[in-house]
């Protein structure tokens, strides 16, 4: 039986020959196919792979981009300020004239040498913050992590300062005009009341929108304010490798300084100045030779008094007015000048030695 199978195999290699040889006959591919195939193939692959990617889902701290917003206001008031004591010696309340003005004049160069010049204004920059076009993560498989993405475009950069700088300023103008023309009196023609309607509706129309788009923000995370949003200009993360250290000294300071304030404002109507000041009275540099000099004055209010009065038991002359409240507000007061407890008071007159207590 091996023979049988030996002689079989042999039968079958024998007659499988021929196409083997027919196959030999064909040209070799050429040298370059291996390229050309994966030439041909690199752009599907690339297709099928991204189609699978979809883009990480990043979030940007809301806190940086509202800090980011204050930073911007505070480096524009201090513009403003520095601005404003180059023209200190001019005709007082000339630039009051001229506010709008000014302040669409330090906007607009905020954003001329930062986001015009593809850069973050002072306040982003801080918070490593850049704007970008959203409407890039329409286009599936170019942004991926939440970082990457062109800046704004040419139209947007110009739309940006049209609204921020333009809008603002055109609507504070004409706030000032329809209020100085009293375009909202009733006597006024109807055309005037008409347009301060109008007004007044687009005014609460867009705090409205306002409102509500901070509700969203608050939410989702993207879009500060609505020329942002209508722009599709999203604030994300200009450095991944920034550490997001964080110091609490500038903060610590704040606070302990705003408790100490009202701590203050808290103590001080509490206590009696002239407790105070005899209580520091040692200590002043002022010599005995001059109490009789002062003994003329009211100790109260350092001023010649216009109704004297003296305060019993020490006779020391006081301002009635003076005296008066200082009896009525604290029930055991004290003479300023030498601490001892006043228990009545009467008028002072030089011309007669008639007196009248007046008990309190």
């Known amino acids: ?51 699978h990617l979809s883009p990480i889902p990043i979030s940007i701290s809301k806190v940086n981009q509202v800090d980011a917003a204050r930073l911007d206001i505070e480096m524009s008031a201090m513009l403003k300020e520095q601005l404003v004591k180059v023209f200190a010696l001019m005709k007082p309340g000339m630039l009051f004239q001229y506010e709008a003005e000014l302040d669409a004049f330090l906007e607009f160069l905020i954003w001329r040498f930062s986001i015009w010049v593809d850069k973050p204004t002072p306040g982003i920059a801080l918070m490593n913050l850049r704007y970008r076009d959203e409407r890039s993560m329409e286009i599936p498989g170019k942004v991926r992590t939440g970082l990457e993405g062109p800046g704004l475009t040419v139209a947007q950069k110009i739309w940006y300062c049209v609204a921020s700088v333009g809008g603002q300023y055109i609507w504070t103008r ?25 007004i007044q509706r687009i005014e609460g129309i867009y705090k409205a929108a306002a409102f509500g788009n901070l509700l969203i923000f608050l939410y989702t995370g993207r879009y500060r304010n609505l020329v942002e949003r209508v722009l599709r200009a999203r604030l994300v993360y200009g450095s991944p490798h920034m550490n997001r250290a964080v110091s609490f000294e500038y903060m610590n300071r704040q606070l302990v300084w705003n408790e100490f304030s009202e701590m203050l ?37 350092l001023a010649s008094p216009t109704i004297a009065f003296l305060a019993l038991p020490c006779q020391h ?44």
Request: charged letters at 20%; one cysteine or more; hydrophobic letters at 30%.
């Open 1 to 51: 039986m091996v023979l049988e199978a030996l002689a079989a195999a042999s039968s079958t290699s024998s007659s499988a020959s021929p196409p083997s040889t027919s196959n030999s006959n064909l040209p070799p591919p050429p040298e370059d196919a291996w390229t050309r195939a994966s030439q041909r193939l690199l752009p599907r692959w690339k297709s099928l792979s991204h189609s």
């Open 174 to 198: 004409l706030q000032s005009f329809s209020a100085f023309r009293r375009w909202g009196d009733s006597e006024q023609r109807s055309l005037a009341r008409r347009a301060w309607l109008l």
């Open 265 to 301: 404002l808290l103590l001080l109507p509490l206590l009696n100045s002239s407790s105070v000041r005899n209580f520091l009275r040692p200590f002043s540099k002022e010599k005995s030779t001059n109490s009789a000099e002062d003994d003329s004055a009211c100790p109260i209010c």
């Open 317 to 360: 002359r006081y301002c009635y007015y003076c005296l008066r409240t200082r009896c009525m507000a604290t029930q055991s007061f004290r003479c300023s000048r030498c601490s001892e407890p006043v228990v009545a008071m009467q008028r002072h007159v030089e011309s007669s030695t008639t007196t009248r207590n007046l008990k309190r």
